[in-house]
């Protein structure tokens, strides 16, 4: 099973990892090879990084999306709070816009008096997320039951 939905709640998420133990199933709340590229990077440079420096995630949907902030934003702020061993993020933040005609724009801002560094994933349609659906619904039927990440196939081209 291949999940994409976010707003979940925890009885919700709770049946969900109880069926893993029965299937194979990801859940991933954005399945754009780009994002998961985009959190893989992040992760590299907060590993190389000595400088303090601030955090903002700007994240901009479509105006029917209706978690604020949206799951992929949440999952940007999770893989910074972790890839941040040496404390040197001091303040993280999440912004969040709902405008016409926009299928999915998150940025990560890195800023200090010196530097200003940007991550950057812009959808153009919702088929890079189908694309990435696709693909692993064709990977996941041979798995063992259990929760995957998209680490799990994404990593093991």
């Not at 907060?46 to 420096?53: Q, R, T």
């Not at 010196?114 to 798995?143: M, T």
């Not at 259990?146 to 990593?155: G, H, I, P, Q, T």
């Amino acid at each position: 099973m291949v999940i994409g939905t976010t707003g979940f709640n925890q009885a919700e998420l709770s049946a969900i990892k109880e069926a893993s133990k029965k299937i194979p199933i990801l859940l991933a709340f954005n399945m754009s090879k780009g994002i998961f590229i985009i959190k893989k990077s992040i992760q590299d440079f907060l590993e190389s990084n000595n400088n303090k420096l601030n955090c903002t995630i700007e994240e901009v949907h479509h105006t029917e999306k209706v978690d604020s902030p949206s799951g992929t934003a949440l999952e940007l702020k999770k893989v910074i709070e972790i890839a941040d061993i040496a404390n040197n993020i001091l303040s993280l933040n999440i912004e969040s816009k709902r405008v016409e005609d926009v299928f999915g724009i998150h940025k990560v801002i890195f800023s200090s008096d010196s530097d200003y560094i940007e991550f950057k994933h812009e959808a153009l349609s919702r088929k890079v997320f189908a694309e990435g659906a696709i693909e692993i619904s064709k990977l996941i039927s041979s798995k063992s039951p259990k929760m995957y990440d998209l680490e799990d196939f994404f990593n093991a081209e």
